[in-house]
């Protein structure tokens, strides 16, 4: 069974810098996209960003590119998203989710995804 769990969030003030962790167990690690979406209320989710299992390439959204930075360590079997320069409007609940493939925009790829992590950033 997998199982996908983030943890990181939390309340920072607008400027600053949070780093979110995503582990999973119960699939091959290394063989796996792992990508980050979030929501905000009456918002559609998003994809923020994403990292392919056999090159790391790495995709983000234009609202932040320049700003997040996704990596990930396949030997603690971990992906991180270290956001700097935050602002209100990244304000949303951000979820973890992983594919056996090669990362795509669609929600609807992604097979397994964790509970969330709340993100809020005052200003």
């Known amino acids: 069974q997998v199982q996908v769990v983030e943890s990181g969030g939390g309340l920072v003030q607008a400027g600053r810098s949070l780093t979110l962790s995503c582990t999973a167990s119960?699939?091959?690690?290394?063989?796996?996209?792992f990508a980050w979406f979030r929501q905000a209320p009456g918002k559609e989710r998003e994809r923020v960003s994403c990292?392919?299992?056999?090159?790391?390439?790495?995709f983000y959204a234009d609202s932040v590119k320049g700003r997040f930075h996704i990596f990930r360590d396949n030997g603690k079997k971990t992906v991180f998203l270290e956001m700097n320069s935050l602002k209100p409007e990244d304000t949303a609940m951000y979820y973890c989710a992983a594919r056996r493939s090669w990362c795509t925009p669609g929600m609807a790829d992604f097979g397994y995804w964790g509970q969330g992590t709340q993100v809020n950033v005052s200003s």
């Open positions: 119960g699939l091959t690690f290394n063989g796996a996209s």
């Open positions: 990292i392919n299992w056999i090159n790391s390439a790495t």
